[in-house]
Each structure stands twice: as C-alpha cells, then as structure tokens.
C-alpha cells in the first residue's frame, strides 16, 4: 500500500517562505495523480492544491494562488509545495494525498474533494506567527 511522508514543515514568521515535500515508501509517484490539503484548528480541512501525474494540470484555492506552487519532481519521486508570503491564516496541518492514475479527464480540474484521495500522509504541521 502506497505511504506517504511529509517534510518540511515547522514555524515562521509572517512574509516568510517554506517549502513542503511528499515522499513514498516502496512505491514511485509517477503513477499517482497528487494534492496538497490543509486542517487549520476548528475548521475542516480544505484543498490546497493538485497536480496531475503528468504535472501538465495544476490548480490552487484561491487563499494560496500567488504564493503558494506545486510542483513534481519525477526522478526522486517527490511532490513539494513552495509557500511563499506565508500569513498567519496559512497555518494548519499540511497533508499530501493520492490516487490512482486513470484516464479520467476530471481530475484536478477543479480542486477535488478529499474523498477523491484514498492514500494520506500523516501530515505536518506549519505555523506562522509574529
């Protein structure tokens, strides 16, 4: 079964920049369409981004269009998300999900609801405060 990890989290301050990673264990991304999702404290948790396999398609919640960027980096297997101008509504526990591959044409066309992900990280904390 497919794990993932992420990296790269931790505390910063406002305007400050991280970059996320998401690795697998056992098994290559490349066959895996990707996305980042985000649980503040008190809310639910929401899309932040996604990636298709082929990394052609990527799209991004509105709050994070500008300064945040998914990326895949296919020979090692990893998926990042650079945050730039982090704000202090950025924090929250970052998640990377996946699916299967398939030829459906939907994915990320929109960000996709987190029912459409069946393998998560454990998630990583990023906070952001003066």
């Known amino acids: 079964q497919l794990q993932l990890v992420e990296s790269g989290g931790g505390l910063v301050q406002p305007g400050e920049s991280l970059r996320l990673s998401c690795a697998a264990s056992?098994?290559?991304?490349?066959?895996?369409?990707l996305a980042w999702f985000r649980q503040a404290p008190g809310k639910e948790r929401e899309g932040v981004s996604c990636?298709?396999?082929?990394?052609?398609?990527?799209n991004y919640a509105d709050s994070v269009k500008g300064r945040f960027t998914i990326s895949l980096d296919s020979v090692k297997s990893r998926m990042y998300l650079q945050m730039n101008n982090l704000e202090p509504d950025d924090t929250a526990v970052y998640y990377c999900?996946?699916?299967?591959?398939?030829?459906?044409?939907?994915?990320?066309?929109?960000?996709?609801?987190?029912?459409?992900?069946?393998?998560w990280g454990q998630g990583i904390q990023v906070s952001v405060s003066a």
């Open positions: 990636i298709t396999r082929s990394g052609e398609r990527t």
């Open positions: 056992r098994f290559t991304l490349a066959y895996y369409d």
């Open positions: 999900a996946a699916t299967p591959w398939t030829l459906d044409p939907t994915i990320c066309e929109v960000l996709d609801s987190e029912g459409r992900y069946p393998y």
